[in-house]
Every structure is written in C-alpha cells, then in structure tokens.
C-alpha cells in the first residue's frame, strides 16, 4: 500500500488540452512536492507546497495543496508535447519521507 | 555546479556478478539517498546517508546489496551477486536537509541496471 495514491495512472491528450492529476493520502503531509521525470532522466523539482489550501503557479501549471494538507493536484492549462513525463507528488509524513505512485503524461502533437 | 553525477549510465551484467554503482552528489549537500525505480514498484528508498553515516537502510532488499559513503563527495552502491530481478534504473539523489521544506531531492540521471 503507498501512502501517496496518484490519478490517474497514465494519460494520453492531445496538444492544447487541459488536464488535472491528483495526488492523494489518509495522512497529513506538512508539504508536498511536484517532481516531473522525462524519459531517461532523474526526477526534477517542480515545486512545493507548504500551506493548507495553497495555490502556485508556473506558467501553465497551477499547483493547489488541499485544506487538510492530505491531497493536491497538478493541472496544466494548454498542454505542449514538452509536458510530457511521469509526474510524481511527494513529502514528508512523520519522519519519512514518501513519493507518490506517479501518473505518465504522454501529450500527443 | 554540475548537479548529482552518476556512473555509468548503462550498465548490462551476467547473473551472479559484482555490479558498483557510483554517485558524486552536489557539494553542500548533508543528506544522499540511493532510489530503484521499476515500473511495478515504482520509486523506491534503499538506503540514505547524513554526512556519511549511514542513517536508515530498512529499504536494502537483503544482504546482497549494499552502500558506502567514504567521503562528503563520493557514494558506492553494490549488487554482489546479482540477479536478473535487481534489473531497475537506479537513482542517487541529495539534499539539503531530510525532511522538511529545505529537504528537496536532486536526482542525478540515473544508471540503468539489465542483469541477464
């Protein structure tokens, strides 16, 4: 069982589409971070979220961490071919630290 | 700075042989970790170091793999003997702190493992 749940698993759209990916748990995380992994490369930061019901953006996409600090989505506006990868959420809970399941992002020209 | 180097790249091996992987994180970093990525499992904790000293080594799968960091600036992963289920791209990453906002993880490239 992974404390860190994302959906959906894959995704498959067409350039300009909107999407939303959620990443959720039964526990509180006191932040979370958005990584995106392109195929053959490390994950790389996105960014972080650290108050309950925060909003961040960059560029197309708008990052919110829920009220009760258990869940956030990712949802890009526009997508390019550029966005495609594995988008993984990830933070601490107690003293560990945890990545989600990930979902693949394939935006199709 | 260069960010989080690993070698090699690609690494294919025989079952049963000795595999050593290498790390250099960024410098400054207190924190590294050693990840497997499989498309089952998908990121995985091995092991992670704080200044060197091996801090938890709970997600080392068994006595087959282990992790040495000798210096602020180098880290070794090794598979002795290996198995073809140990085929996974593995990751070392480092980090200011642990946990915590500072505690983001700076992910090297990665070296993809085929033991046949």
């Known amino acids: 069982t992974q404390l860190l749940e994302q959906s959906p698993q894959f995704l498959s759209i067409q350039e300009g589409e909107n999407l939303t990916v959620y990443c959720n748990s039964s526990?509180?995380?006191?932040?979370l971070q958005w990584y995106r992994q392109e195929p053959g490369e490390g994950p790389v930061l996105l960014v972080t979220?650290?108050?309950?019901?925060e909003v961040k953006k960059l560029k197309r996409l708008t990052f919110q961490f829920g009220d009760a600090r258990k869940d956030s989505s990712l949802h890009i506006t526009a997508a390019q071919p550029g966005d495609t990868g594995l988008y993984l959420c990830?933070?601490?809970?107690?003293?560990?630290?945890?990545f989600g399941t990930g979902t693949s992002l394939t935006v199709i020209p | 700075d260069a960010g989080v180097i690993q070698s090699p790249r690609h690494e294919v091996t025989e079952m049963g042989q000795e595999v050593t992987l290498r790390c250099k994180p960024i410098?400054?970093?207190?924190?590294l970790f050693w990840y497997r990525q499989t498309m089952m499992r998908g990121l995985e904790l091995l092991i992670y170091?704080?200044?060197?000293?091996?801090?938890?080594d709970s997600g080392m799968p068994e006595d087959r793999f282990s992790a040495k960091m000798p210096n602020a600036s180098f880290s070794t992963l090794k598979i002795q003997p290996s198995e073809p289920r140990d085929s996974a791209v593995y990751f070392c990453?480092?980090?200011?702190?642990?946990?915590?906002?500072?505690?983001?993880?700076?992910f090297g490239p990665g070296t993809r493992l085929t033991v046949l």
């Open positions: 170091f704080n200044n060197n000293v091996p801090i938890d």
């Open positions: 526990s509180v995380f006191s932040s």
């Open positions: 990453a480092s980090s200011l702190t642990g946990l915590g906002l500072a505690g983001s993880r700076f």
């Open positions: 410098s400054g970093h207190d924190y």
């Open positions: 979220v650290v108050t309950g019901g």
């Open positions: 990830a933070g601490p809970s107690g003293n560990q630290f945890y």
